[in-house]
């Protein structure tokens, strides 16, 4: 369950979260779709083919925080992803980072990313991500799982999303190479 816009981060409920994602089934074909909360309309989740998109935690908007306030609202976004991070890396060993440069610079052009690449893109998901994997589950094949921290645009709220795969993340290739 994602909680609302602006709860407070709870590292138990987050970490309860990725691992319930890690063992859900995910799609083997299809359509990426999106799933949201009935009655307020906040996204909860992206499923696509092999692939689940969810936020973990959301700031409140920052429409009117700047200054000394939005450094804050930063630092407290980036000490979650840190938090986290952390913990999953002495569960699961170190993670390391996949660097979403190549995404952020193709936006807007017409080139198609694989996905998840693809979805990342469309939900504004350009941080880099923290992965781990292969992770070993009770399904028949491994999983991945990355963390990332966001922001679609200045007033939006700062998003810590997960993502879990049942194959492998590489970096996409950088357009500027």
Known sequence: MTPPAGAPFDLPSAVSV???????PLPASGPTTDEGEPLTGEWTSTRGEGFLLLPLWRSTPL???????????????????????????????????????????????????????????????????????????RLPSPRWAA?????????????????ITDHPLTEPPDPAS
């Open 18 to 24: 990725v691992e319930t994602a890690l063992s859900s």
């Open 63 to 137: 429409t009117g925080v700047y200054g000394r306030e939005w450094n804050e609202a930063e630092e407290r976004a980036e000490s979650h992803l840190a938090a986290l991070t952390s913990h999953l890396d002495t569960h699961w060993g170190p993670h390391r980072t996949l660097n979403m440069r190549a995404p952020l610079l193709r936006r807007g052009s017409d080139e198609r990313f694989p996905e998840p690449f693809r979805t990342l893109s469309a939900k504004d998901c350009y941080g880099d991500l923290a992965l781990w994997g292969p992770l070993p589950t």
């Open 147 to 163: 963390l990332s921290l966001n922001q679609s645009d200045g007033d939006a709220p700062l998003i810590l999303t997960a993502l």
